[in-house]
């Protein structure tokens, strides 16, 4: 019973240890994407107060930070389960993070 015990509670550190990477590359992207939608921005509107810029940030990190959070709850608690590794792959396919690792390259 102990063996069991310990058994699972490996398993179930190595598929939280297996969900971190993703997480990781998903904050990354939802970043790259809020810097670029930032630029295009400034160039659309031009020169903006402090305080136009303070707020259209404090608005794009807020989503960020969002969604990020959502996804990373979601990923942490299917990491308790042993369809975790599926999971995974779902995130990392919906938001394309497989061809990004690719491209960031050794």
Known sequence: ?????LMNTARSASRKAEVVPT???L???LEDIRKGELARLRA???TLTCE?????VGLTCRL???IAETAAITLRNAAEEPYSGKVVE????LF???SLAAADGP
């Open 27 to 29: 904050e990354r992207h």
């Open 1 to 5: 019973r102990d063996l069991e015990r």
């Open 44 to 46: 659309r509107l031009g």
């Open 64 to 66: 960020v930070n969002t």
């Open 90 to 93: 779902l995130v990392r396919r």
């Open 96 to 98: 394309n993070l497989n």
């Open 52 to 56: 136009q810029e303070l707020a259209i």
């Open 23 to 25: 997480i990781a590359a």
